[in-house]
T-cell receptor
Framework: DAMVIQNPRYQVTQFGKPVTLSCSQT?????MYWYQQKSSQAPKLLFH???????NEADTPDNFQSRRPNTSFCFLDIRSPGLGDTAMYLC?????????????FGDGTRLSIL | SQQGEEDPQALSIQEGENATMNCSYK?????LQWYRQNSGRGLVHLIL?????REKHSGRLRVTLDTSKKSSSLLITASRAADTASYFC???????????FGDGTTLTVKP
């Protein structure tokens, strides 16, 4: 089945130690998104790629960066994680860019910063 | 700032009962989507309703949209324990290419 896969499912890292989360998709979708979701809150969009074009949300901290080396893979890099970055990180894809496009989500990476 | 706000924040019902969740938003939208999130999992797309539609059905789901009141409701009929999840509305703004999620309603269906 076509799907969005995130690795790892759980990640524990130390304060200030760089961490990379990965996402892969077999849907061949043009758009890939990264969301941060804290407990009992809405998913918050960090950035998205439309093909190779990167679009950062205005309030995404500089500490968060992303790479999309090809259509299938997208990475979220947190350069110097702080305690406030503890959250679930969700990757999603959509066929095209547009508010009416259904998004397909992975099961997330639960990140804990100690 | 958040575009959609769900109400209630939490809802607990017995199996077989209907569950209704509401979403209100502030500015004009092109469409509104509902998603479900089971605990510890990603979101799953349920249904999309466009601004020129008033009602849409999918299985046991019924979604309504009232653009004059800037609100939408999601009705789940004959609920099952497996419907226990958080439900989010996502509003697609008229001049934006992406959707914004509300804080969600946590639904618990007791067997």
């Amino acid at each position: 089945d076509a799907m969005v896969i995130q690795n790892p499912r759980y990640q524990v890292t130390q304060f200030g130690k760089p961490v990379t989360l990965s996402c892969s998709q077999t849907l061949n979708h043009n758009v890939m998104y990264w969301y941060q979701q804290k407990s009992s809150q809405a998913p918050k969009l960090l950035f998205h790629y439309y093909d190779k074009d990167f679009n950062n949300e205005a309030d995404t901290p500089d500490n968060f960066q992303s790479r999309r080396p090809n259509t299938s893979f997208c990475f979220l890099d947190i350069r110097s994680p702080g305690l406030g970055d503890t959250a679930m990180y969700l990757c999603a894809t959509s066929r095209d860019l547009g508010a009416g496009q259904p998004q397909h989500f992975g099961d997330g990476t639960r990140l804990s910063i100690l | 700032s958040q575009q959609g706000e769900e109400d209630p924040q939490a809802l607990s019902i017995q199996e077989g009962e209907n569950a209704t969740m509401n979403c209100s938003y502030k500015t004009s939208i092109n469409n509104l989507q509902w998603y479900r999130q089971n605990s510890g999992r990603g979101l799953v797309h349920l249904i999309l309703i466009r601004s020129n539609e008033r009602e849409k059905h999918s299985g046991r789901l019924r979604v309504t949209l009232d653009t004059s009141k800037k609100s939408s409701s999601l009705l789940i009929t004959a609920s099952r324990a497996a419907d226990t999840a958080s439900y989010f509305c996502a509003t697609g703004l008229t001049n934006a290419g992406k959707s914004t999620f509300g804080d969600g309603t946590t639904l618990t269906v007791k067997p």
